[in-house]
């Protein structure tokens, strides 16, 4: 971007400038995009302060090397296979239970189901605000490595909702889903089971 400043206290030798023309010009120094090649001269050669070239220096080394450490942009993560969900889901369930908590909610989903996708903001506030005594981990049940744990309990449908204590023993589960409402009053009653007494 070029800025251009007339002046009217020298009369110009044409008594109407012309925008190729200018009688003084300012070019700032931030501006890379409108670089002119050398073989042209232009009216507006004015590099401008030493101080705004050092900034402008500086700010473009700060930028490469921003870009060259990978900060300069998030790279978009690989999306896991269905193994690798899998064997990720459960080491979080083995990792819970091992944490001896108080108790494991084990979250049985589908990432078809529209029902399962809008509890996971809550899910995941239930989960915040009883992490002293509480983990839950979700389990994928259309991932073939939880075929053991849908056959041993009983899981029908989703989004359900199976309470496990300390030993990992299977106390409660969540009924039929009927409505987003439905389901989060059958998780409150599944909590009330194993919170533990308040001071």
Request: charged share 20%; net charge negative; with cysteine.
């Given at each position: 971007m070029e800025s251009k400043i007339t002046s009217a206290s020298t009369p110009p030798p044409n008594p109407t400038?012309?925008?190729?023309?200018?009688?003084?010009c300012l070019k700032w120094p931030w501006d890379?995009?409108?670089k002119q090649p050398k073989s042209s001269p232009s009216p507006c050669d004015f590099q401008g302060p030493w101080l705004f070239r050092s900034m402008q220096s500086v700010g473009s080394i700060a930028l490469t090397s921003f870009n060259s450490f990978g900060l300069g942009h998030v790279p978009k993560k690989k999306p896991l296979s269905a193994?690798?969900?899998?064997?990720?889901?459960?080491?979080?369930?083995?990792?819970?239970?091992?944490?001896?908590?108080?108790?494991?909610?084990?979250?049985?989903?589908?990432?078809k189901c529209r029902?399962?996708?809008?509890?996971?903001?809550?899910?995941?506030?239930?989960?915040?605000?009883?992490?002293?005594?509480?983990?839950?981990t979700m389990a994928d049940?259309?991932?073939?490595?939880?075929?053991?744990?849908?056959?041993?309990?009983?899981?029908k449908y989703v989004p359900c909702f199976v309470l496990l204590d300390k030993n990992g023993q299977a106390l409660a589960k969540t009924g039929v889903p009927s409505?987003?409402?439905?389901?989060?009053?059958?998780?409150?009653?599944?909590?009330?089971?194993?919170?533990p007494p308040t001071v």
């Open positions: 400038p012309t925008p190729t023309n200018p009688f003084f890379s995009s409108n193994s690798e969900q899998g064997e990720a889901e459960q080491r979080a369930f083995a990792a819970a239970l091992a944490s001896e908590k108080d108790a494991t909610v084990l979250e049985f989903y589908s990432p029902l399962c996708n809008s509890l996971l903001s809550f899910v995941l506030e239930v989960e915040k605000r009883n992490s002293n005594w509480l983990s839950i049940a259309e991932n073939e490595k939880w075929f053991p744990e849908l056959l041993h309990y009983d899981i409505s987003r409402a439905h389901v989060i009053a059958g998780i409150s009653h599944l909590l009330k089971m194993k919170r």
